[in-house]
């Protein structure tokens, strides 16, 4: 009878062992796979900040309608300086002579 009890006891502690070493396996996979959901939940932690501070910088930047209206009046504005180059120039001649005329009597 004690024979049977080591034989079961030898066999238990075999069955117990691999239990363990079964055990120690799976929960060393599950501690690396939790290292690494930490890693990438720092790193989900950081590229929210960053995408945050990047909406709010954007957020005082122009869309594409004030960039549309901002090329309308660059437009705009070229006509105007378009057409006071014009008369400038009618001026400019105007002016010469003027000039031209002074001259002559002047001698």
Do not use: C, F
């Not at 080591?6 to 796979?33: F, P, Q, R």
């Amino acid at each position: 009878m004690l024979g049977d009890l080591k034989n079961w006891l030898g066999v238990a502690a075999i069955v117990i062992s691999l239990l363990t070493s079964i055990y120690a396996w799976l929960t060393s996979k599950a501690k690396a796979n939790a290292e690494h959901l930490k890693a990438v939940d720092a790193k989900l932690i950081d590229h929210d900040r960053r995408v945050q501070e990047l909406e709010s910088e954007m957020k005082h930047l122009p869309d594409k309608d004030d960039v549309n209206d901002l090329k309308l009046s660059i437009a705009e504005l070229r006509g105007t300086v378009g057409r006071l180059d014009e008369s400038l120039s009618g001026v400019s001649r105007t002016v010469r002579r003027v000039e031209g005329y002074l001259m002559k009597e002047g001698d």
